[in-house]
């Protein structure tokens, strides 16, 4: 095999690296013309990255099996790639004011570094690839997070997430260095073979997944979540909660599938008590928000919990629900977060009080909110619904009877904090609203999007069928 | 196995064993109990270089014909550096923002 062609297996990461230096050399280059037109030829470049990458090529490994290529990959990237593209129509307004005008050229940058990390992520063969993807992706989110220089809160939640993460993955490296001592080699097919009940292996096992659970934010690993959430701009907040989360869950499958599949009554016991831990705390403290971000913050801690439900089935099914959910997930949480970032940027509010009466001023937010809440919650006819109903059939298959009843009971109690932002909307009195505002054409376009997407993804019965055929089990 | 833990000097592999479990919990207590930014970054440090240790001392004396542990342990080296740049670079931003460093100031955000 020559160069080139291995170079071909990784052509998503090399055309991505490619959008992201044409657009660093547009940024340093152009004059103040020119940087009019950053944000468009930035957003159109990612579409059309997007659209190349769409088709799957034939499963490969490039660089002695340290890049493995499988089919199932180029859809959780395209999925990752249309949340992105989604979030950037979202945040183009953001950057249209002077107050972030200067830092615009740098948010595409780091986001977009952020995603190339998560590919390697996803399409590692060997720990070392994995840890540079995991810290490539890590790393720029932090300062992501830390964006709006002035603002305390963003410093505050920058810091409290550099800190942990540096933290997790400081155990999660530290369980590395156990597996390469006890099986002495690092390429995931050579230690997934090795792998026996050896204690010391058993610990560098749990040391290894706290790393990865800290980044899905799984109930005991879940403590930095809010306060990032709530402190980090909304835009960074909606792609923490997709991007982040997705690729996170995902490559947490695949790890669990690949390397320990001889783990695999081990890890289905912790994961069936962090599944309800995670399910029941996320929903409980959900309750008592005021915040929206913050809200959204423990519904996705919930909605991991749902995740881990069709990880820990292990079979293609689960694979299959896994993937679909995300993709629904990506949907119904990104339309909430368009409204928010548009009441936001007009506004500065976010606590859930201040949306009293917002149906009487802005009828076609509210209604976008609504079914991106009615899919949250999984109410029956939108997309949330069949992705739920899913990877609950998912776990079910495999005799989880117990932690299903408890996933459903959860359902019902999160029905009624989703209904309650509704409620606010559309029932609460208020004199004073939120004034009628206009989103911009970008941000309306990605609203659009979404809300077609939770109508009709749960009708498409074509897309679960796709995921099936790439999906593979233990 | 026995002959594998001791090398020609006579310092067995559960003595480096020992060292880097230390380093490790030293870090770890160190990142629960101190109540400075700079204090806790430099305990997380000290979590990753005992896992470098880790690498460098399973490769020389278990599997000492490869050389994939040492490798790790170089590129764990440099991310390390790059995660403590950004992780300055973030303290200070909120020593601009909160006058000081310190952890009990960053409690803006509570519930």
Known sequence: MSYFDNFLIMRSEVSLLTVILFLLLFDIIAGKKGKKYFQPVAILLFALHTLTN????????????MYQY??????????????????????KHVFDGNEMKNQRGE???????????????????????????????SIPLATLVAFSKHCKKSAEAGAKFILLSAFSSGIL?????????????????????????????????????????????????????????????????SYLSVVSKGSAAFVLMTLLFKLFGNYLYEWQTLLFWIIIVTITVGNLFALRQQNLKRFLAFSSISQAGYIALGIISGSVLGMTTVIYYIFVYIFSNLAAFGVISAIESRTGKTDIPDYKGLYQTNPKLSFVMMLAMFSLAGIAPFAGFMSKFFIFSAAAQQGFYLLVIIAVVNTIISLYYYL???????????????????TDSWNRASLILCTTAIIFVGLLGFILDMIEKQSFGI | MGELLIN?????????????????????????TRRNLMMMLISVELILNAADINFAVFNRYLFPGEIDGMFFALFTIAIAACETAVAIAIIINVYRNFGNAEVDNLKKMKG
Do not use: C
């Open chain 1, 54 to 65: 769409l088709v799957p090529a034939v499963a490969g490994e490039a660089f002695g099996g």
């Open chain 1, 70 to 91: 499988h089919p199932v990959m180029t859809i959780i990237k395209t999925m990752l790639n249309v949340a992105t593209l989604i979030i950037f129509l979202q945040s």
């Open chain 1, 107 to 137: 948010y595409y940058f780091l986001t977009l570094s952020t995603l190339l990390g998560m590919y390697l992520m996803i399409s590692s063969g060997h720990f070392l690839l994995f840890f540079i993807g995991l810290e490539t992706a």
């Open chain 1, 173 to 237: 490296l530290f369980g590395i260095s156990y597996l390469y001592g006890t099986t002495g080699s690092l390429y995931f097919s050579e230690v997934s073979t090795q792998i026996s009940h050896n204690p010391l292996q058993i610990m560098a096992f749990i040391f290894f997944l706290s790393g990865l659970f800290f980044k899905v934010s799984f109930v005991p690993f879940h403590l930095w979540t809010a306060d990032v959430y709530e402190g980090a701009p909304t835009n960074v907040t």
């Open chain 1, 420 to 438: 309650r932002v509704v409620k606010a909307m559309f029932i609460d009195q208020n004199g004073q609203p939120i004034p009628a505002l206009r």
């Open chain 2, 8 to 32: 020609n000097a006579g310092v067995p592999v559960l003595a480096y064993q020992l060292v880097s479990l230390i380093i490790f919990f030293a870090g770890i207590y160190g990142f629960f």
